[in-house]
């Protein structure tokens, strides 16, 4: 991949990046609130983590155990949180 | 073998950052970030830092998560006093802080010192900014009178959000070193372990903020 | 040895041993005083056997932590020690302050050395392991700050490895956070808080940083694996330590009456006080399998790898079983902290003192490298005794917390503190017995001083 491929794609990744976040923001001004929509907010917020390990952090340019360490902490934590949204609702 | 680090900024910090130590029981990372790597960018110990870093914080916000499960009320009603503007302004400039310091990396890697400082400046400026926001938004809530011990909801979003803040300006004093560093010719296309080091961490910084942001202020 | 000024380590260790010797055959008594509770009363209390018990443990460290400065400072710094000689008074005033206030416990009623000592003009006694009249804590401040400058300066006009530099900042943390013991708040909120201070920010806070030091020295000069690897290794292990355990002060501030947001930070904080010692057994474990040559010093390797076990054990894994706010709440004050404090006293420091002498004494003696392999052999046996014995130590007493908990806390029908503790004395019972094994123990220790010393040092070959 030459230097203006790079370029080009981590614009990419930063433009979904916002796009994500105004996508959350606007949720969070409706007022939408709820386990389904709380939940759709977790899982575009990891995603976006998923991008910034993969892309940003370079992991996705690692082979081996330490290409998952960023989906590891969002995997766990994640969990853990969808658990304790579950339960309280 | 390695240098030893003599210079003033990185007398806090010289094994994390500033020394491109080789590690001689582990194999030499690629520099070229096109070849497929064994382990990530940067120093192997900053990455120790911060999977212990994301481990505090993946811990406290499952903490944040169940302690809301057992005071849902509360923390629904008390996370509508918060300020969802300067959350998103803030995630908005924490995203674009990383994607400038991408661009410094990447421009490093093709041997430009000068547009990697211009691009960890702009980096700088972003998080300068989040840190004003974030001051802000503190000051208004201590003239609030709201402190930690108003109530769990309160006591969970100032900790988690002060904790981070801290490590923001953590971040904002390994960017500094890592403009300073480059404009004294440190890093180059073949040798830039330490500038991916302490981008490494300034991703952290930003990841962090990315699930704390939707948890703290959105999701109910 | 390479440098002459290493020798004043000397004394320091040999008092040390001596200490030791004195805090468990104090040890002893309070066993058995837990059990038959007249022992020895009236003339040595429970509370002053304690009082020694606790002091002794504390001074003998300190006596083992100057030493082991005074002997690998010099060698770190590659230049003699700034002055032998101030090292060698600072050790007279200090054994002779130690010993007075020890005197002092057993011979005269406490409130007497207090008014004696002069604690009216600056009150500082009355609180656990701070029970030094007053006069006696200025004089440690006093020794500290000499060692300081001493090793400082030392290491201002020598060579700055990470090793001695991470030493010193233990070191001086040691100082700063002792000088906490002469704030003495009459709130008793403010009075606990500040306590914790000394106490916390000592054994989990800037001693680690000690421990670390210490530990790497030894892996360098035994192992001979690159001094980059265990400086990079260093750094992480002491960053560790401080991230944990700085807020982690918070899990002793969970029912004194400060504010509630503390039952959070301090359990999700020290929650995570055992990575630093995770990562010093593998630290540990990984720099010697992945050692250029072997040590003819194999006792001194031992007591490494041990230290790194132990610590991970006792402070590591029994601290996390108290540590979380909603365990705590059952368990604060009963014999599960006690099982927790031996082991991991002994684990992390206790053991890594010992390691430093094992290492440095036979030199310091005049052996090139390493005692005989009798001594050796002997040493090894002690190492075995004792930590095996430490581990049932701790085993009984954590059967007793369990029990005591449960009797007095957990259940439907609490009963009352004697009355449980009638029921747990089997477990204290058990405990002494161990306890006089650890005794033997130490005893077989001292015995590897003596027993072959006039023996042929050992070598590679002849190990």
């Known amino acids: 991949m030459n230097a203006l491929m790079k370029i080009k794609s981590c614009t990419w990744i930063y433009w979904a990046l916002v796009f994500l976040t105004l996508i959350t923001y606007v949720i969070s001004r409706a007022g939408y609130s709820g386990l389904t929509v709380s939940l759709s907010v977790l899982v575009i917020a990891l995603f976006k983590g998923q991008l910034i390990g993969n892309h940003f952090m370079g992991l996705s340019r690692v082979r081996g155990p330490w290409r998952w360490v960023i989906f590891i902490w969002l995997f766990i934590p994640g969990s853990l949180i969808v658990t304790a949204f579950t339960l309280a609702s | 073998m390695g240098r030893r680090c003599i210079t003033a900024a990185d007398l806090f910090l010289p094994a994390i950052i500033g020394c491109s130590l080789q590690i001689n029981v582990l194999p030499p990372n690629m520099t070229d970030s096109t070849q497929i790597r064994r382990y990530p960018p940067g120093d192997l110990a900053i990455w120790i830092f911060i999977i212990a870093e994301l481990l505090v914080f993946g811990i406290f916000f499952a903490s944040y998560a169940f302690a809301r499960a057992n005071n849902v009320e509360l923390f629904n009603t008390y996370q509508l006093t918060l300020d969802r503007q300067s959350a998103l302004l803030n995630t908005l400039l924490l995203i674009t802080s990383s994607y400038f310091v991408v661009r410094a990396i990447l421009s490093i890697q093709a041997d430009n010192s000068q547009h990697c400082i211009r691009w960890l400046l702009a980096a700088m400026a972003m998080g300068l900014m989040f840190i004003v926001v974030k001051s802000v938004e503190f000051a208004h809530h201590l003239g609030a009178g709201i402190s930690l011990s108003t109530n769990t909801f309160y006591m969970f979003y100032l900790s988690l959000t002060f904790f981070h803040f801290l490590h923001v300006i953590l971040g904002m004093v390994i960017l500094t070193t890592l403009a300073i560093k480059t404009r004294q010719g440190a890093y180059s296309a073949t040798q830039h372990d330490g500038i991916e080091s302490g981008a490494s961490y300034w991703h952290m910084v930003d990841l962090v903020w990315l699930i704390l942001f939707p948890l703290v202020y959105v999701m109910r | ?463």
């Not at chain 3, 002053?48 to 001074?59: E, K, P, Q, S």
């Not at chain 3, 989990?204 to 400086?231: F, M, N, P, Q």
């Not at chain 3, 009352?416 to 306890?435: C, D, H, N, S, T």
Request: proline share 4%; net charge neutral.
């Open chain 3, 1 to 463: 040895m390479q440098y002459s000024s290493q020798a004043v380590a000397k004394p320091y260790f040999i008092v040390s041993i001596a200490l030791f010797v004195g805090q468990i055959l104090f040890g002893v008594i309070l066993g058995l005083q837990y059990v038959i509770g007249d022992f020895l009363f009236p003339e040595i209390p429970f509370n002053v056997a304690r009082m020694v018990h606790t002091n002794l443990l504390i001074v003998w460290l300190l006596f083992g932590f100057m030493g082991a400065s005074y002997y690998l400072v010099p060698e770190e710094t590659e230049t003699e020690l700034y002055s032998p000689k101030l090292a060698l008074v600072m050790f007279w005033i200090f054994l002779a302050a130690g010993v007075a206030t020890i005197l002092g416990y057993l011979l005269v009623p406490y409130a007497t050395l207090a008014d004696i000592t002069g604690n009216g003009l600056l009150p500082t006694m009355g609180r656990e392991f701070l029970e030094q009249p007053t006069i006696t804590k200025i004089g440690i401040v006093v020794v500290a700050l000499a060692f300081l400058f001493n090793i400082g300066m030392t290491i201002l006009k020598g060579r700055k490895t990470v090793v001695n530099l991470v030493l010193l900042m233990g070191l001086t943390g040691l100082a700063v956070f002792f000088l906490f013991s002469f704030f003495n708040p009459e709130n008793l909120v403010h009075d606990k808080f500040w306590w914790w201070w000394v106490v916390h920010l000592w054994v989990e806070g800037v001693w680690e940083l000690i421990l670390g030091a210490l530990l790497a020295y030894v892996l360098i000069k035994t192992t001979g694996v690159d001094r980059e690897i265990i400086e990079k290794w260093l750094y992480v292990i002491i960053a560790m330590s401080l991230i944990t355990g700085i807020i982690g002060t918070g899990h002793h501030y969970f029912w004194i009456g400060t504010p509630e947001y503390w039952q959070w930070w301090g359990s999700i904080f020290s929650a995570m006080e055992p990575i630093p010692f995770f990562m010093m057994t593998i630290f540990a474990f990984n720099m010697v399998n992945q050692r250029r040559r072997q040590h003819a010093n194999k006792a001194a390797v031992l007591w490494a790898l041990g230290c790194s076990v132990m610590a991970f054990l006792g402070a590591g894994v029994w601290g996390f079983l108290h540590t979380l706010a909603p365990v705590n709440y059952y368990t604060h004050g009963t014999q599960i902290t006690a099982a927790h404090g031996h082991m991991a006293f002994y684990g992390a420091y206790v053991m890594i003192v010992l390691a430093i002498i094992s290492y440095a004494m036979p030199m310091l003696r005049g052996r090139k490298a390493a005692n005989s392999r009798k001594s050796q052999v002997l040493e090894m046996w002690s190492f075995w005794l004792m930590t095996v014995s430490m581990v049932f130590i701790t085993l009984f007493l954590t059967g007793a917390g369990v029990l005591q908990v449960y009797l007095q806390r957990f259940s439907d029908d609490p009963l009352p503190f004697m009355v449980v503790q009638e029921k747990i004395a089997l477990f204290y019972w058990m405990r002494e017995g161990a306890g006089l094994v650890f005794l033997i123990g130490l005893l077989v220790y001292l015995s590897s001083f003596f027993i072959g010393s006039k023996d042929p040092e050992a070598t590679l070959e002849s190990a």
